[in-house]
């Protein structure tokens, strides 16, 4: 159970908070109700964030003289939100002068690989660029840039990732303007900020600096608040931290799209979800856009995604919209089989009656490296083990090395335990990098079994039966009064996700009655507070008891035209 504490409850409904939400910001660490200010004047300014004064005099100049910039993105939804930021606000601030002069180039996932290369440089300067400008990545991109530098092209890194560490110290790109909250001494206090968060500052920077050399007034300047609808997306999507700066960033994102303020290829996109924009939730952006987007930079090209976000014509955005969501369908159907066949092979890793060892490393000739990350998630929520999965690159020239994408639980930082790896084993990883709860690497086949027991032993080092143990962290009770759909909506408006987490109750109900629908998902009848009510568990097929504690999220469903509470089960015990 949460903890609760009384004073900030008291505080909050004292301003005027609901009881309901004053207990749930309480227990998620909120004191007073400035915090739950979402009012972009709350905003940490542009020249707070190291780089971002810089940035905007380069891009300022560029934009003044005329010279070509490319942006060079990332293939998730992130790095596409954040491309598709830059190229309207470049082509945005850039008309008083004329025009932008603005392009972009994404990797393809497979014959690429990650990240601001060499060879990424060469093709950029192919397209007669004069400045580079990464979105979503670079930091890390040390020779890229330089190859870049040696072309002659000016380099603009924004990123939001860690820095790459050599030989013990941190390795930063040399020769070019960095806009990274995670490089050393930047005082921006939003660590968690994504990738498209960053590409906002720096056009507000841009913005800054183009008033001051008057070509533009405050009262007479373009307005880049409209790029707030992908600055939400692209933050709820690549599952950073909600603190209070991302919350306020998402929260006037759905402002803006609940008005119908976005780009048509947002639009689209909740068209083709079957979700209403009106009322869209950051669930909507996290589970329905968001996916159908990182589905093309999974399985095909990430530029059909960038497109959807950045034209402005309707029917190409719906067109393009069609084609991801046939993308995501073929997605999850690989997925499916994916993760049905990567359990098998996990549980023929031990026993049925012993427990699953510390850490889990899968692979098998068949598995396709585009969904190898998302499987990992899926086994390590099943099993709660640190997990990596392993495909064959498919790469040019490279059939001999293993692509691995990891997915961690809490107490376990999955990113130094890779680089406790390399330090252990130094001829095993070619290539590694990312965060405490999902990383990468890449690694020749023939030491497959090398990483596998490395990996294990650090998992055995740094974890214990308590770290091992699947928790779930809830509100305790619902009073009776508060299962209504007006409350549900009001729920749903609020900015959950990453680090403030979505409500989930906890109580023990009996269970009236049962049955399996769909072959996978158990459909429930519960008496809460006296009355009947509907509720669904996801993906559970196992029948419960008469009794039992049930761990729930709340949502409203509609049956023969009226809107009715329903419980959707996340965990149960008796």
């Known amino acids: ?53 810089e940035a905007g005099r380069l891009l300022a100049d560029a934009l003044q003289q005329g010279l070509r910039i490319c942006i060079v993105a ?8 954040a491309c598709a930021t830059g190229l309207r606000g470049l082509r945005l601030l850039g008309e008083p002068l004329g025009g932008a002069r603005v392009d972009y180039l994404v990797p393809d996932r497979v014959t690429d690989g990650y990240g601001l290369t060499p060879s990424i440089a060469e093709r950029v300067k192919a397209l007669g660029a004069d400045v580079l400008v990464t979105v979503d990545n670079g930091i890390a991109s040390v020779d890229g840039v330089a190859h870049a530098r040696a072309l002659g092209m000016q380099v603009l890194v924004t990123d939001h990732h860690l820095p790459a560490v050599l030989n013990g110290q941190i390795a930063l790109p040399q020769d070019c303007v960095i806009v990274n909250p995670n490089q050393p001494d930047c005082p921006f206090h939003s660590k968690s900020i994504a990738g498209v968060g960053v590409m906002f500052y720096v056009l507000l920077a841009l913005r800054a600096e183009l008033r001051e050399r008057g070509v533009f007034t405050a009262a007479l300047q373009p307005r880049i608040d409209t790029l707030l609808p992908l600055v939400a997306l692209g933050t709820v999507a690549d599952v950073v931290k909600l603190d209070a700066h991302n919350r306020r960033l998402v929260a006037q994102g759905l402002r803006r799209i609940r008005a119908g303020q976005m780009p048509a290829g947002m639009q689209a996109l909740f068209s083709v979800a079957g979700r209403q924009a009106r009322s869209a939730t950051s669930f909507d952006l996290g589970f329905a856009l968001g996916p159908r987007l990182n589905a093309a930079g999974r399985l095909s090209d990430m530029t059909l995604g960038i497109e959807c976000l950045a034209t402005d014509d309707s ?19 690989l997925e499916g089989d994916m993760r049905d066949q990567a359990m098998q092979l996990a549980e023929s890793l031990w026993d049925e009656a012993e427990t699953p060892p510390p850490a889990l490393c899968l692979f098998d000739p068949d598995f396709h490296e585009g969904v190898i990350g998302i499987v990992a998630a899926r086994l390590k929520d099943k099993l709660y083990r640190p997990t990596f999965v392993f495909a064959a690159s498919q790469a040019p020239g490279k059939s001999h090395e293993l692509k691995g994408s990891g997915r961690s639980i809490p107490g376990f930082h999955l990113r130094d335990a890779l680089d406790l790896l390399a330090k252990r084993h130094p001829n095993v990883l070619l290539r590694f990098g990312g965060h405490a709860a999902a990383a990468g690497c890449t690694i020749a086949e023939e030491h497959l079994d090398t990483f596998d027991v490395a990996f294990q032993q650090i998992a055995r080092e740094w974890l214990d039966a308590s770290t091992l143990e699947r928790r779930l962290e809830a509100d305790g009770e619902l009073d009776p009064q508060y299962r209504r759909v007006d409350l549900v909506d009001t729920l749903h408006q609020q900015v959950w996700g990453q680090g403030f987490a979505p409500p989930v109750f906890c109580e023990e109900l009996e269970i009236v009655s049962q049955r399996l629908v769909g072959q996978k998902h158990m459909q429930l009848k519960v008496r809460h507070g006296g009355e009947l009510v509907d509720g669904i568990w996801f993906g559970h097929a196992d029948p419960l008891p008469s009794r039992a504690r049930l761990a729930f999220r709340l949502d409203a469903d509609e049956w023969q035209g009226q809107r009715r509470v329903r419980f959707l089960v996340e965990g149960a015990e008796w």
């Open 1 to 53: 159970m949460r903890d609760v504490p009384p004073r900030a409850v008291w505080t909050l409904e004292q301003a005027g908070i609901h009881p309901l939400l004053a207990r749930l910001y309480a227990a998620r660490g909120i004191q007073h109700t400035h915090e739950l200010d979402d009012s972009l004047a709350l905003l940490q300014p542009p020249d707070q964030m190291k780089g971002a004064p």
């Open 74 to 81: 990332d293939y998730d939804c992130d790095g596409a939100t």
């Open 315 to 333: 029917s190409r955005a719906e067109a393009l919209a069609m084609q991801l969501d046939q993308i995501n369908r073929e997605r999850k159907s």
